[in-house]
């Protein structure tokens, strides 16, 4: 199974502020993906992060609120900016694997 | 378009119960078909799958057969456990992308 890593696990921040969070994962992969699971619901996508070009995001989601970068084929950071408290969520990275996708542990974000 | 929808929940079972856990789905083309868990506190983790039509995805006792027919993908177990206590989130994966179901929480009392 996949191994990748997400840092903060955890953080409490205050509404107006920004997070980054970091994702690391275990092999070279071309596309990596950003989820926001909001408290008690699915899974939502918020963006492709492509090596090499910009991030894709999906119907809702824009970069001015959710910049990516994507330095190497490792390696991504999801920024959740000017933070309102309903930006609360668990936000997920993950990889395609073979025919399946992995999970990092995700970030537990809470705005007040 | 491609959706997946699955039964809401919670679904309270007491220990030994047999489970199932529907789920449908609508697609273009072939996709792959997963059931994730979500254990309380932990991420996902995926639990079975099944790549292509009447394949047997299964895994800790839970079985899932890909119907393409019915385009359905339903969860079951013979004998739940207090520790299958989670949320479980049907999924389909088409053209690199994948699409959730919005989760089914189950609760195993003993």
């Known amino acids: 199974s996949a191994v990748i890593s997400q840092k903060p696990s955890r953080d409490i921040c205050q509404r107006g502020t920004s997070l980054t969070i970091q994702c690391q994962v275990d092999s070279q992969v071309t596309m990596m993906f950003w989820y926001r699971q909001q408290p008690g619901q699915s899974l939502t996508l918020i963006a492709t992060?492509?090596?090499?070009?910009?991030?894709?995001?999906e119907s809702g989601f824009v970069i001015d609120k959710f910049p990516i970068s994507r330095p190497n084929l490792t390696f991504s950071t999801l920024t959740v900016s000017n933070m309102s408290p309903e930006d609360s969520s668990i936000y997920l990275c993950?990889?395609?694997?073979?025919?399946?996708?992995?999970f990092g542990p995700g970030t537990r974000l809470t705005v007040l | 378009g491609n959706s997946v929808t699955q039964m809401e929940g919670p679904v309270t079972l007491s220990e030994e119960a047999f489970l199932t856990i529907n789920c449908t789905y609508t697609a273009t083309g072939y996709p792959s078909l997963f059931w994730y868990v979500q254990y309380p506190g932990e991420g996902l983790q995926l639990l079975l799958k099944a790549t292509k039509a009447d394949d047997k995805g299964s895994n800790k006792g839970f079985e899932a057969t890909y119907r393409k027919e019915t385009t359905s993908f339903h969860l079951e177990k013979g004998s739940v456990q207090v520790s299958d206590s989670a949320v479980y989130f049907c999924?389909?994966?088409?053209?690199?992308?994948?699409?959730f179901g919005s989760g089914t929480k189950l609760n195993v009392k003993p």
């Open positions: 992060a492509n090596q090499g070009s910009e991030a894709t995001y």
């Open positions: 993950s990889k395609i694997g073979a025919d399946t996708q992995y």
């Open positions: 999924a389909l994966i088409n053209f690199n992308k994948f699409y």
